[in-house]
């Protein structure tokens, strides 16, 4: 749901590589003498990783908004949202590498200067596409940011310490659900300074330099003493894979399925097999790739990517339709929209905090039961809109929305630590880097099929029977999760 993990390294304490699979160990991570993050340099990073997670759902609200203003049409609209995630899903791992090799502290500080210069160019992009490439480089900036985080946690703490500032990351999370949906329906409709949606682009830059300035000064330096070599040729052939599955699927159907649009679906399958026979052949040369194809050979880390596959995308389309629907169907203002969301991002939240502790006791078995009740929350959803769709309201919503909260938090906090308890401690930064990456990748393929779905059947079915749809194309989703994770072991290390 949101990006509960970047690439975190190994901890200083990690054991040497096996010599079984030297070509994916990670690094270790920094030297002995790191400097201890304190309380100050704890809420910088903290602060630094909650700007990008909250910007993904802020957006949201306002898309019609933007639409409105910018005369940007339903297939931008989507590279409005997804552009921000494709960029940060194929450069996560680099910048996590980046900061090994150079200094974690100095990419945080150059990220979050990025953040700033590249939000306020959202803020003053004059039209849609101006905004749609100020997304992308938004999200390059990041993909930048966010592995510095863990990255500086994991090198900076220890004992307790880091148990408990882990702790507080995974709740940042969910407390950018609950704030981006309020927050960016309330910016708009104040319409500060009668800058309307754009706000929601220029409340970042305060807060992104208040970052850099604080990290200068508490944020101790640490990098890795033995990096790992950039990927570049499978981050390009990453890149080029999902550009030509994302980019037809979003903007085929508003321009009518022109040649170009088949073109790039037909190269799709080509790209995706180079990037797995580079990565094969780099892991066998000695080198680190970006998705080590060892690392799938994991069961619990296959299966964990399948499950990452249709939760994430399930709930990155979810949170796009819905704010469309709400906004264009029922004809509700920002601020309610963003109201109508809280049931489900308080149930997030609350099954966020829950988690650790139903995890130790129940191990995987929490996220079926999460499985469960998202299915649960999603069927309530359909029926409701189903039955009346012409008084379906908020207030009708909020026992559905609810429930798919608190499934979509006992699944997608714990997914991380049940999927990499398998994988070997010195290879758990590479592991937690390619799980990752498919959550970005899913949360931008969700926006593409399920907003082209919704977007392409409304006009005709009308919003509630469009929207029922989706939410069946979801439920199939979480019935994939609900088998994938009775397949993972019951009880995690």
């Not at 026992?399 to 290879?427: D, E």
Request: net charge positive; proline share 6%.
């Amino acid at each position: 749901m949101t990006q509960r993990l970047a690439v975190a390294p190994a901890s200083p304490r990690t054991a040497t590589p096996s010599t079984a699979a030297p070509s994916t160990a990670a690094p270790q991570t920094t030297a002995p003498h790191t400097s201890t993050l304190g309380t100050a340099g704890l809420v910088t990073v903290l602060l630094g990783a909650f700007l990008p997670m909250l910007d993904f759902f802020i957006v949201n609200v306002a898309l019609p908004t933007i639409d409105k203003d910018l005369a940007a049409g339903p297939a931008v609209l989507e590279l409005v949202a997804a552009g921000y995630g494709i960029a940060f899903a194929v450069l996560l791992v680099l910048g996590g590498r980046l900061g090994d090799t150079f200094g974690r502290r100095r990419l945080f500080v150059a990220g979050a200067a990025a953040f700033a210069v590249t939000s306020l160019a959202c803020g003053l992009a004059p039209d849609a596409w101006s905004l749609v490439a100020a997304r992308a480089a938004q999200g390059a900036s990041a993909a930048l940011l966010i592995p510095q985080v863990l990255g500086t946690i994991t090198a900076a703490t220890d004992g307790a310490r880091r148990g408990r500032a882990l702790s507080v990351y995974g709740a940042v999370g969910g407390i950018s659900v609950v704030i981006g949906q309020v927050l960016g329906g309330m910016l708009v409709a104040a319409d500060l300074f009668g800058t309307g949606w754009r706000s929601v682009f220029l409340l970042n830059v305060p807060f992104a330099l208040l970052a850099v300035v604080l990290a200068v000064r508490y944020v101790p330096e640490s990098r890795a003493t033995r990096a790992a070599a950039v990927d570049v040729p499978g981050t390009v052939l990453l890149t080029a894979s999902l550009l030509s599955l994302l980019v037809p699927l979003m903007e085929g159907r508003a321009a009518g399925w022109p040649l170009w649009s088949w073109v790039l679906l037909a190269l799709f399958p080509v790209f995706a097999t180079a990037f797995a026979l580079v990565e094969r052949r780099a892991e066998r040369r000695g080198d680190t790739p970006l998705v080590p194809p060892s690392l799938l050979r994991i069961p619990e880390m296959r299966r964990g990517l399948g499950i990452a596959l249709p939760y994430f995308a399930g709930f990155g389309g979810f949170m796009f339709v819905i704010a469309v629907a709400l906004q264009q169907g029922l004809r509700l203002g920002v601020v309610a929209a963003g109201w109508a969301l809280v049931p489900m991002a308080v149930g997030y939240f609350t099954a966020s905090l829950s988690g650790p502790r139903l995890i130790g006791r129940w191990g995987s078995r929490v996220l079926s039961a999460g499985a469960v009740v998202q299915a649960l929350g999603l069927t309530t959803i359909a029926l409701t809109v189903l039955a009346d769709a012409d008084h379906f309201s908020p207030l009708r919503m909020a026992p559905g929305v609810a429930l798919a909260g608190i499934g979509q938090g006992l699944i997608g906090t714990p997914l991380f630590r049940v999927v990499l308890a398998k994988v070997p401690a010195a290879r758990a930064g590479v592991g937690s880097g390619v799980l990752a990456t498919g959550q970005q990748s899913s949360l931008a393929l969700g926006v593409a099929t399920l907003g082209t779905l919704y977007l392409s059947l409304s006009p005709s079915l009308g919003m509630g029977r469009a929207l029922a749809l989706c939410l069946g194309v979801q439920l199939l989703g979480s019935f994939t999760v609900l088998y994938l994770t009775t397949r993972l072991p019951r009880s995690v290390g």
